[in-house]
């Protein structure tokens, strides 16, 4: 296969995971992540420093601790450190705040993680970044590059199943209701026993979890890490990409992440030439910035819409009377009473 | 307690009627000097009653009389600037909404309270309290773990939809039925999370006449099987067919409390309706 082709297809298998867990914090409880990039830079970052080794002062970069542990661990290092950082930044944003003002507070958050890193070289090599992370089983697999990227093709699309498997038991789950009932309506998900603000924190978690894991995929494969890949905007690609999959759906967000991530952004890339060489960049964040207004208007349910989850006829309940009301409340208490 | 109030228990017939797990002459629940201020504005001022498990309470008066605001006190959604809310023994006052819910005390909404992108069903299964599934390692055990529960509780949902006429509707998204079906939703829901009582904001407004006609006769038949209903309501005729008892609210105060044939005659229940007649 083509080097530029699997190189592609990994970046797509990162984006999709990326969007599975946007579209469980946005997609499925409204949780307006506007800090998401933050959490795949985290996940990068973390698998870096668990697969780069200790810095000496003989190495070229700067970081402020490192080690070298074997594949899975530097991914379910940076799994971790994202969901540590989904706890933190969820208490510090979901409980005292409104749902815009959440979106704007973790906007500043990501803006400042961009600035911190960039900031201090001897944190995560300032604003450079981080450079040659090792690929793994890279040194024990004695295969050419190409047979190599399949191989690590292989790898992450083994994990995004395994991701792709939890996050469906929870969307087709009665938790998966209940955070799609917190995304139509708090008060309403308040007043039935809901604790809301606990609800959020967990997908913050979750989700934080997932996109540190894409993180980690993505710097092994590619091999270095910096702030300019990193910055706010990228956050609202991975927006994009569910909103026109259609949030809410797995598949959907699957075939937006490919429609988006992969066709959208990377199409642009192959514009021919023209005017300054800044234009292609502008011109790529414009159409995407068009494509999100498009299927607002438009198509707000996405090319997928989420499906609506209907049960089987069971005429168990269907035995009422002239008047239907009567005995409510002992229906209501049901076998527990 | 106001001046020439009704000790709650005496004038209700609803006393009488059995009521699990009560226990007979202590109030299910009792509001003590509850206050409410935003700003300079007391919204709720020194309101205090006790309401008898198994009783119909409505919660009347004017516009911007404060109805809304002691419910949602009582609820949880707004905190109290001082007093205290004792429900079934225990002082909700300043606790979020979840916490009366899970003591039991479930509010429904004045405007859409439905869960819009999920059937009716569903909403009502929301509801179902420590449903097997609802956490993260129930969820993520599978079907196998929790599809025997909730089967049980989606048969006790479709019998509760069926006594309230909405059977047909139970896969149908709650954002596509008309305002009176979205207002027997939300009672359906408030039932699945078995009440101890119901805090009924409006239950009626803007709704269908023959269709209020059915919420009314639905809660009713809650009433007669002995649960306890708070309920704020506009519609005056409603409120003397369903509610045992009522309290007048006016400007933040409460100023009367007793049956409504009662209270027809009082001069100052009719200077607030009526505006200083």
Redesign the interface.
């Given at each position: 296969m083509d080097y530029y082709l699997l190189t592609m297809c990994v970046y797509v298998v990162v984006g999709i995971v990326a969007c599975w867990g946007l579209n469980l914090q946005f997609g499925e409880t409204g949780v307006l992540n506007f800090a998401y990039i933050l959490f795949v830079a985290v996940g990068a970052y973390t698998a870096s420093l668990f697969s780069l080794g200790p810095h000496t002062s003989a190495s070229y970069q700067q970081y402020f601790w490192g080690t070298n542990l074997p594949w899975p661990l530097p991914w379910l290092a940076a799994g971790a450190a994202g969901g540590i950082l989904g706890l933190l930044v969820g208490l510090l944003v979901l409980r005292r705040l409104r749902g815009d003002y959440q979106a704007m507070v973790l906007l500043v958050v990501s803006i400042m993680g961009t600035y911190l890193v960039s900031a201090d070289p001897g944190l995560l090599n300032g604003g450079i970044g981080l450079s040659d992370v090792p690929a793994p089983f890279k040194n024990q697999l004695h295969t050419s590059q190409v047979g190599y990227e399949l191989f690590y093709l292989g790898l992450s699309v083994v994990t995004a199943l395994v991701i792709f498997e939890?996050l469906r038991?929870?969307n087709?789950?009665?938790?998966?209701?209940?955070l799609?009932?917190v995304?139509?309506?708090e008060?309403?998900?308040?007043?039935?026993?809901?604790?809301?603000p606990a609800i959020k924190l967990?997908v913050m978690i979750?989700g934080g979890a997932v996109a540190a894991m894409a993180g980690a995929i993505e710097v092994q494969f590619i091999g270095a890490w910096a702030p300019a890949g990193w910055t706010y905007p990228e956050t609202f690609g991975l927006f994009a990409a569910v909103l026109v999959g259609g949030r809410g759906n797995l598949g959907g967000v699957a075939l937006g992440a490919f429609l988006v991530q992969g066709l959208f952004l990377e199409g642009t890339v192959l514009l021919p030439n023209f005017g300054s060489p800044d234009v292609i960049g502008a011109v790529q964040w414009m159409s995407l910035a068009a494509l999100i207004l498009l299927f607002m208007w438009f198509r707000p349910q996405g090319v997928i819409p989420?499906r609506?989850?209907?049960?089987g006829d069971?005429e168990?309940?269907?035995?009422?009377g002239l008047?239907?009301?009567?005995?409510?409340?002992?229906?209501?208490?049901?076998?527990?009473? | 307690m106001p001046e020439n109030s009704v000790v709650p228990g005496q004038p209700v017939s609803a006393a009488a009627r059995p009521v699990?797990g009560s226990q007979s002459g202590e109030p299910l629940l009792r509001v003590e000097g509850l206050t409410v201020r935003f700003g300079g504005v007391v919204a709720a001022d020194d309101v205090s009653f006790e309401i008898a498990p198994g009783t119909a309470v409505g919660l009347i008066g004017p516009n911007g009389a404060g109805k809304s605001t002691v419910l949602k006190a009582i609820?949880?959604?707004v905190k109290p600037t001082s007093g205290a809310v004792f429900f079934d023994g225990v002082n909700l006052a300043g606790h979020?909404?979840?916490v009366a819910?899970?003591h039991g005390l479930?509010?429904?909404?004045q405007l859409?309270?439905?869960?819009?992108?999920?059937?009716v069903?569903?909403n009502l299964?929301?509801?179902v309290?420590r449903?097997?599934?609802?956490?993260?390692w129930?969820?993520?055990?599978?079907?196998r773990w929790?599809g025997a529960a909730?089967e049980?509780e989606?048969?006790?949902?479709?019998?509760?939809?069926?006594?309230?006429?909405l059977?047909h509707k139970?896969?149908e998204?709650a954002r596509d039925l008309s305002g009176g079906q979205r207002k027997l939703v939300?009672i359906g829901?408030?039932?699945?999370?078995?009440?101890k009582a119901l805090l009924l904001d409006e239950p009626m407004a803007g709704v269908h006449r023959s269709l209020a006609r059915?919420i009314e006769?639905?809660l009713?038949?809650?009433r007669?099987?002995?649960?306890t209903l708070l309920l704020v309501e506009h519609e005056l005729a409603s409120v003397e067919r369903l509610c045992d008892r009522v309290i007048v609210m006016a400007q933040g105060r409460q100023i009367a409390d007793g049956e409504m044939r009662q209270l027809r005659s009082r001069e100052e229940v009719l200077s607030a309706y009526l505006g200083g007649r």
């Open positions: 939890a038991r929870i087709g789950s009665p938790l998966g209701r209940v799609r009932a995304r139509e309506n008060q309403a998900a308040e007043a039935v026993g809901l604790n809301v967990l979750i989420e609506r989850r209907k049960f069971n168990a309940g269907a035995l009422h008047l239907p009301a009567q005995g409510l409340a002992r229906v209501a208490r049901g076998p527990r009473a | 699990p609820g949880g959604e979020p909404p979840h819910a899970r479930i509010r429904t909404f859409s309270g439905e869960f819009g992108r999920l059937t069903l569903e299964l929301i509801a309290p449903l097997r599934g609802q956490s993260l129930g969820a993520l055990a599978g079907r929790w909730q049980a989606v048969r006790r949902a479709r019998e509760i939809l069926s006594r309230l006429d059977r139970d896969n998204y939300e829901r408030a039932l699945m999370a078995r009440p059915h006769d639905a009713k038949a809650l007669d099987d002995g649960l």
